[in-house]
């Protein structure tokens, strides 16, 4: 290598948190110090050690504002306050203190499509008191052929039944794309807008590192709020997803805002391409920094929408990785973020893996992926000791307002009769999966709490936990741990530029990262049997023969050049 052509030089645009591996915690459900059966702020602060350990740059704390829970703390009640079952904002002051000391940095949630119906803004805007009628969509409806009134428009809400709710109080209906007690804030009032952007200077003045902003696509609505025509569901999704003022209303936050700070913003938008990345990300676009796409959750559910019964379960490798190479290869100077599971998502092991003859494997193969792909990636909490899907027997199991949503729509729809026959769709795609305790120990309620946990942990916690695979030098946990070694250490797997090799491949998702003269080879054979690479069908210059192994989730002195890869074998070669 010259000197001019050392990695650092081959960088465009170094920036930390394309860097940064990120962890996210859902405090529900991580580590409770109290014994009140719910996770807890300094439940989590005792874990700073685990994410040390584990080696990761950013912990993403899902919400822990005051929250009446409606939606798991995806209902604000009150944005400058930590609700009380998860702790004060002392022992979140602590919490940072203790990350940032470990150069751990911190990314709070940031949820302003919508308010908890207990907000007093909301209180206020349905006693019409001045100043606040017009903080929410409040609308007249119409009165059915029978007599009924009826809402203002067809739009469905995403937690199942219409988007629209009568208020007694203020004689209107008010919209909530999500939960009845998640109304809508109307981003076209001014008044909102500048509450939105003192609350995110009041955090980030509190020194955190940046926010997930939840669900953003929503957040402008079309003049006359028509009705959706589509057969996507919830409807009138296509009216109301990416409305014309959207890139106004973020571009005026993030000038405000994220402009005047080093942090990291990371923006959750469904239905988005890659097309339409661009308008959102990066100085000439709004001034985001990444996405959470959503094209690949959707691989294996109703093109009309997820929690549509009636097509579920079949997804194949080659449209998976057309979906993910484009995202890769597509966004030009702007940046990506990796995922394959989080808090609304079923657990990736039993998804996209083999969650019994090879979990552990499969486990380690969705990790190299995530790891040595293009993109800031995001381990979703139990993702690293390979947690599996919960089997949930009846409705009551759930816990998920949106599952259960579904379920009822289900119903109202005459699709179902009962909770059995949805009982395999629903232990398919609820977010309950992933919601489940978090696996410590063996220990009763596997070590989250010495209370009643307010859901129950998955029965496989005595051979799936966080100590019997730190244990293990071969376990998913140090698998992980030597993935995200390797990505610090690695420049070409953060800066390096991605290629796809044989994109009709069942089996094989192989790909190239190369930066400048360093190269690497990663080949995942995503399935249960032995698959070859041969090197004549990929039209880049492999030279396989006289690669090296980096990391392999089998033995890893064994290079697989000339033999097949076993199930769910994973190797990342230097060429
Ligand atoms: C996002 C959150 C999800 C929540 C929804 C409404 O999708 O990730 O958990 O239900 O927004 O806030």
Redo the contacts with the bound molecule.
Sequence with gaps: MTPDSSPSSDVPDRQWWKEAIVYQVYPRSFNDSDGDGVGDIPGITAKAEYFDSLGVDVVWLCPVYESPQA??G?DVSDYRSIAAEFGTIEDWEHLLAELHDRDIRLLMDL?V??TSDEHEWFEKSRRREAGYEDYYYWRDGGIGENGDPVPPNNWGS?MGGSAWTYDDEREQWYLHL?DEK?PDLNWRNPDVREEVASLVEWWLERGIDGFRV??INYISKPEGLPDGESDREPTGIEVFSHGPRIHEYLRELYERTFANYDVMTVA?MADTTVDRAGEYLGEDGDGLNMILHFEHMDVDVSPRGRFDPSEWGEWSLVEFKEILSRWQTGLGDDWNAQYLG???QPRIVSRFGDDEAYRVESAKLLATFLLTTRGTPFVYQGEEIGMTNEEFERLADLDDP?TIGAVEDAAAAGRAGSFDELREFVNYVS?DHARTPMQWSDDEHAGFTTGTPWFDVNANYPEINVEAARADGDSIWHHYRRLIDLRHREDVLVYGEYELLLPEDEQLYAYTRTLGDERLLIVLNWSPEPASLDPDETDADLGLANATTLLSNYDPDATPVGRAFRPYEAVVFRL
């Design positions: 939606d798991n995806y949820v499509n919508h995403f999500f998640q939840d669900a959750e989080n808090h609304d949106m977010r």
